[in-house]
């Protein structure tokens, strides 16, 4: 008789009757599986639920500031909606808003992946490599205990406001587990862990009168947008066949597909959207099956129903796991609303911010296949609608105002379905899963709750944000263990603002303005590159106005204002002579009326060169009658400031932000001469330090997607330098870098003067350095 195995562990051969044996091997599974159901228990500072990306940023976040954390994921591999697995894009947003792309964790992953991938940035294209970044990004924080393939499926109580632990089982191991913390972050994406802990949540949309949203339907209801699945396609070189189907959709013609652009090929699309009348949550299955009846259609569209070029192209990859949009939002202290998106105020306690487009999609999705699948933002039509301004978002919106324990990060945060159409985009979950890390820290030093940080540590938690490269929109340095904060600066040279000769031009069939940083106190004159196309003279007016923000063209209030005569025909510079007076070191923009037939001459940034068009610039047109729209991407107008503006001041990198929003907040050396560069920081005495930390500059004006790809303008070789013994000590030297924030820490030294030396960048000719903190740390 042979020995019987239950779980790998042997049982001695018995020599007995058949039913023995059958009972006993009962008896012996039995007490295997009772073993084997026993949990395994562990105990954390943070249990986040939700490996997509802003549960990763947040985990991570929470790990570098000293929380032991758990990081609990359902699926194979971080990323959510950004894996492979589903292959969303996870662009930034600066499509939206110039100068704005985001910054911190959320950058590292950019920054990596991009300098590793062999493949452009497409969505739908996504494939390993941004999953090894996130996943390297985790296993390498110490403090990080990372649960994949681990579906949470029970809350179990301290009080009724009050979580005590989860409970999940793991797939494949078939192991459960009990984990206890006394935090918690719901990044689920569908809110489940604050459904389970019976949080106050909202589901569908509000009535307009609920809070006063213009957007809003009359009456609340329960619809919410639809779930998406990709494809992927590549080009084999020979033709390949597409059968369709019985089971799928037909798209006999291109009605069948209105508004929904589909001339790329290879990577899927968005509007692939299953909704109403199927619930995202409780009918995903159903979404699945549906969605793909509908992709496969669209791909037997594609290849079979018309001159698509696609006619070798074969379908490598079918998403299976559906991009969800949207479920329940998670109510908090604070509601963001539609108010907030577009005409937003400064808040004490903004941790992230947001700028997306208001994005509504249409019911049912393409399910409704003769109505648009969504009105775009950015249109001439939509922008005074649905175009967002930056906007903070505070603290107060990422906790459970029931359940005290309780944080969000990603789509359940706590905002109104209009405002929800703007804040659930993939890179604002993902600062905002950094600056719920931030705070989670903090509920730890302070021995209080995610409100207590909100109301009496909000600051605190801004500052540690901050330092760690992410960006709040009007919150500047204040740390006051920043040495370098009490130094004076100096350089080997610095650039003035100038704009660069046009490789377009833009007519003015609505009005144009430019922004840009004002050194000095007056602006005399400007001058503007324009062409008439006109045979006969016209007038022009132009004005110049205040900007808080360098996204920000709100003001109405004119400091300048005149009109010129266009010549006939004319093609070169007309100046107008402003004369104005203004407050130094501020930003400001001016604007013409519009005039057709007339046209400005424009620069766009070309793709994988060092940027030209000047930091904190921004260009703008108004399609409708109040709202600017910043143009974005990177384009400048050319323009000429008499008297000359000198913005890019070493004092710039301590000027307390990391990137332009009131200035530009960055030093950049004579492009005219040949690098190396340097700049010193100087004390009145001697301080002791042990770390220096370094912000470089990445661009944050574009979305660029080239593959293996390095930003032109970032610092590539450098050196740190401190004076010590009458002569310049070595302290670090590095070469080849390609990220933004550096922090060398080292042996702590006794010096007056520190100096960074840049030897080499990725290709532009200038030294760029948005920020230069100095510490001793314990």
């Known amino acids: 008789m042979g020995a019987l195995f239950t779980d790998g562990l042997a049982s001695k051969p018995v020599s007995a009757s058949p039913s023995f044996l059958v009972q006993a091997a009962s008896t012996s599974q039995a007490q295997r599986f009772a073993q084997a159901e026993q949990e395994i228990k562990a105990d954390y500072d943070l249990i986040v639920v939700g490996g997509g990306i802003s549960g990763t940023s947040g985990a991570i976040s929470a790990a570098r500031n000293g929380l032991r954390v758990a990081l609990v994921h359902e699926r194979s591999m971080l990323g959510g909606n950004s894996s492979s697995e589903v292959k969303l894009f996870p662009e930034n947003n600066s499509g939206f808003h110039p100068w704005i792309k985001e910054g911190g964790i959320h950058e590292e992953f950019h920054t990596e992946e991009r300098a590793r991938n062999h493949q452009a940035y497409v969505e739908g294209t996504m494939n390993c490599h941004w999953d090894l970044v996130l996943y390297e990004w985790v296993v390498r924080e110490k403090n990080i205990r990372l649960y994949l393939n681990t579906h949470m499926h029970r809350v179990l109580f301290k009080d009724d406001a009050h979580i005590r632990a989860i409970q999940a089982i ?47 339907p009359e009456r609340a209801d329960e619809k919410v947008m639809g779930n998406t699945l990709f494809f992927r396609a590549v080009n084999v070189n020979k033709p390949v066949p597409f059968t369709l189907p019985e089971w799928a959709a037909e798209f006999p013609d291109e009605n069948d597909l209105t508004a929904r652009g589909h001339s790329f090929i290879d990577g899927g699309y968005w509007w692939i959207e299953v909704g109403a009348p199927h619930h995202p949550i409780k009918d995903t299955e159903e979404i699945r099956h549906e969605a793909l009846r509908q992709l496969l259609g669209v791909w037997d569209h594609i290849k079979n129903r018309g001159p698509h070029g696609a006619e ?377 330090l042990n770390t220096i930390q370094l912000t470089f500059d990445t661009d944050a004006n574009r979305r660029l997607t080239l593959p293996l790809f390095r930003h032109p303008d970032c610092v590539r070789d450098y050196r740190l330098d401190c004076w010590s013994e009458g002569a310049w000590q070595s302290i670090v030297e590095v070469k080849g870098n390609y990220v933004r924030r550096r922090v060398h820490r080292f042996e702590a030294v006794q010096s007056d003067r520190v100096r960074l030396t840049v030897l080499a960048t990725n290709g532009a000719p200038s030294a760029r350095v948005y920020e230069m903190r100095v510490y001793r740390e314990a």
């Open 170 to 216: 793991q797939l494949g191991t078939e192991k459960t587990f009990e984990l206890s913390a006394p935090l918690f972050v719901d990044a689920t994406g569908d809110g489940v862990l604050a459904y389970r802990a019976q949080a106050d949540f909202r589901w569908g949309r509000e009535g307009r009168a609920e809070y006063g949203e213009s957007l809003a």
């Open 312 to 688: 070798n192209y074969g379908l490598e990859f079918v998403g299976f796991w559906p991009y969800k949009r949207e479920s329940r939002r998670v109510i908090g202290d604070y509601v963001v609303t539609q108010e907030q998106v577009v005409n937003p105020k400064l808040l004490d306690d903004a941790v992230a911010y947001g700028c997306w487009g208001i994005d509504i999609h249409t019911q049912g999705g393409i399910l409704a296949r003769r109505e648009i699948p969504y009105p775009p933002a950015r249109t001439n039509e939509n922008w005074e609608t649905l175009g967002a301004q930056v906007y903070g978002i505070p603290l107060r919106a990422l906790y459970s105002r029931r359940v005290e324990n309780l944080m969000m990060a990603g789509r359940p945060i706590s905002c109104s379905y209009v405002a929800f159409a703007s804040s659930r985009v993939l890179a604002t979950g993902s600062i905002v899963g950094q600056a719920v890390g931030v705070a989670a820290s903090l509920c730890k030093k302070h021995g209080t709750t995610p409100r207590g940080v909100a109301r009496h540590h909000a600051q605190e938690c801004r500052q540690l944000i901050l330092r760690q490269d992410g960006h709040i929109p009007g919150v500047e340095n204040e740390d006051p263990n920043d040495l370098a904060r009490q130094a004076r600066v100096s350089a080997s040279s610095e650039w003035r603002l100038e704009f660069p000769e046009p490789n377009g031009q833009r007519e003015l069939t609505m009005p144009l303005a430019q922004l840009f940083p004002v050194s000095g106190n007056r602006l005399d004159r400007v001058e503007l590159l324009l062409e008439s196309k006109l045979s006969h003279p016209v007038q022009l007016e132009l004005g110049v106005r205040a900007a808080p923000h360098v996204w920000d063209f709100r003001s109405t209030q004119d400091l300048a204002e005149l009109s010129v005569t266009i010549p006939a025909n004319h093609n070169g510079w007309i100046g107008f002579p402003l004369q104005a007076s203004l407050d130094p070191e501020r930003l400001y923009y001016i604007y013409t009326s519009a005039q057709r037939g007339i046209f400005w001459g424009q620069y766009k940034e070309v793709d994988g060169q060092p940027n030209r068009c000047p930091v904190a610039a921004s260009p703008a047109d108004l399609p409708g009658a109040t709202r600017w729209r910043p143009l974005t991407n990177g384009y400048s107008f050319c323009l000429r400031l008499t008297p000359e503006s000198r913005p890019y001041s070493p004092g710039n990198v301590i000027r307390g932000t990391n990137r332009p929003d009131r200035w530009s907040n960055i030093w950049i050396s004579d492009p005219t001469r040949e690098l190396p560069a340097w700049i010193e920081l100087q004390w009145p005495s001697a301080r002791q």
